[in-house]
């Protein structure tokens, strides 16, 4: 009989990591977002006159 436990027994359920992946969607999201709305702007201005 081994007195080894394997590590997903030992170390519980895995942490929620669903606001941390949250977050990294915004920090990359928004800005993404504004980007494209500043080149829309621009592409309309350049197009439009």
Do not use: H, N
């Not at 027994?9 to 977002?33: K, M, N, T, Y």
Request: hydrophobic content about 40%.
């Amino acid at each position: 009989m081994s007195s080894e436990s394997r590590p997903s027994e030992s170390a519980g359920p895995p942490p929620d990591r669903r606001p941390l992946i949250a977050f990294a969607w915004l920090w990359v999201g928004v800005p993404l977002c504004y980007g494209v709305y500043e080149l829309v702007q621009k592409a309309t201005q350049l197009f439009t006159g």
